[in-house]
C-alpha cells in the first residue's frame, strides 16, 4: 500500500515537475520579449519551483527528517526567489521599462490553466506529506499570481503605463514570501510533533 501511494506521489511530482520547467522557459522568453517584470517574475517563481520538486522526489522516499529537511530548502528557496523578485522590480522602475499588456493576459490565461491542473493532481492525493503540502501551496501561489498578472495587463494596455506590472511583481514576491514562511512553519511543526512523539516513546519504554 505504501509503495503504491509513493508510486501515485512520484508520478504526480514528475508530471507537476515538467509543467513547471515548460512554463518557466514560457515565461522567461515571454517576459524578456514583453519587458514584464510579472512575467519574469512568475518565471523564477516556476524555476524555483521546479527545484523544489526534484528535492521533493528525491525525499519521496526517504525518512521523515529527510522529507522535514527538502522542506526547510523548499521554504528558503521561496525567500530568496522573493527577494530576486524584487530586487527585478526595482531595476525596471529606476532604469524604466514599456511592458506589453496583450502578451501579460495571454501568457497568464495559459499559465492559470496549466497550474489549476496542478493543483487538482496534487489535490487527489491522499494524506499528503509536509513536500506534497508544500508543493500544493506553490502551484496556488502560482495561479493567485497568474490571475494578478492578467488584471496587471489588463491595466498596461489601459493605461499605457508600467506600474501595474511593477505593482504585480511585488505582489507575487510577497505571495511567494508569505508561502515560503508557511512552509517553513509546517516543516517545523512536523519537527515538534516527531520530537514529542519520541519523548513519548520513550517514558512510555521507562
Given at each position: 500500500m505504501a509503495e503504491?501511494?509513493?508510486?501515485?506521489?512520484?508520478?504526480?511530482?514528475?508530471?507537476?515537475?515538467?509543467?513547471?520547467?515548460?512554463?518557466?522557459?514560457?515565461?522567461?522568453?515571454?517576459?524578456?520579449?514583453?519587458?514584464?517584470?510579472?512575467?519574469?517574475?512568475?518565471?523564477?517563481?516556476n524555476l524555483s519551483d521546479s527545484f523544489v520538486y526534484a528535492i521533493s522526489l528525491f525525499?519521496?522516499?526517504?525518512?521523515?527528517?529527510?522529507?522535514?529537511?527538502a522542506a526547510n530548502v523548499s521554504g528558503g528557496l521561496l525567500i530568496l526567489f522573493a527577494l530576486g523578485i524584487l530586487y527585478d522590480a526595482w531595476r525596471r522602475y529606476v532604469g524604466g521599462s514599456d511592458p506589453l499588456g496583450t502578451i501579460m493576459i495571454v501568457m497568464a490565461l495559459v499559465a492559470a490553466a496549466i497550474n489549476a491542473l496542478c493543483?487538482?493532481?496534487?489535490?487527489?492525493?491522499?494524506?499528503?506529506?509536509?513536500?506534497?503540502?508544500?508543493?500544493?501551496?506553490?502551484?496556488w501561489n502560482d495561479f493567485a499570481a497568474n490571475l494578478g498578472i492578467v488584471v496587471a495587463g489588463g491595466l498596461v494596455a489601459w493605461l499605457g503605463t508600467n506600474w501595474p506590472d511593477l505593482v504585480v511583481g511585488v505582489i507575487v514576491?510577497?505571495?511567494?514570501?508569505?508561502?515560503?514562511?508557511?512552509?517553513?512553519?509546517?516543516?517545523?511543526?512536523?519537527?515538534?510533533?516527531?520530537?514529542?512523539?519520541?519523548?513519548?516513546?520513550?517514558?512510555?519504554?521507562a
Open positions: 503504491q501511494r509513493n508510486a501515485t506521489e512520484r508520478r504526480t511530482l514528475w508530471i507537476v515537475l515538467g509543467l513547471n520547467i515548460g512554463l518557466a522557459v514560457a515565461f522567461f522568453a515571454s517576459g524578456a520579449f514583453g519587458e514584464s517584470s510579472a512575467l519574469i517574475a512568475n518565471g523564477l517563481d525525499a519521496l522516499s526517504r525518512s521523515a527528517k529527510w522529507k522535514r529537511g493543483v487538482w493532481l496534487l489535490a487527489r492525493l491522499r494524506d499528503p506529506d509536509v513536500n506534497i503540502r508544500a508543493a500544493n501551496t506553490f502551484s514576491a510577497g505571495i511567494a514570501a508569505w508561502g515560503g514562511v508557511g512552509i517553513l512553519r509546517d516543516a517545523h511543526g512536523e519537527h515538534h510533533k516527531a520530537v514529542h512523539n519520541d519523548d513519548q516513546v520513550t517514558k512510555d519504554s
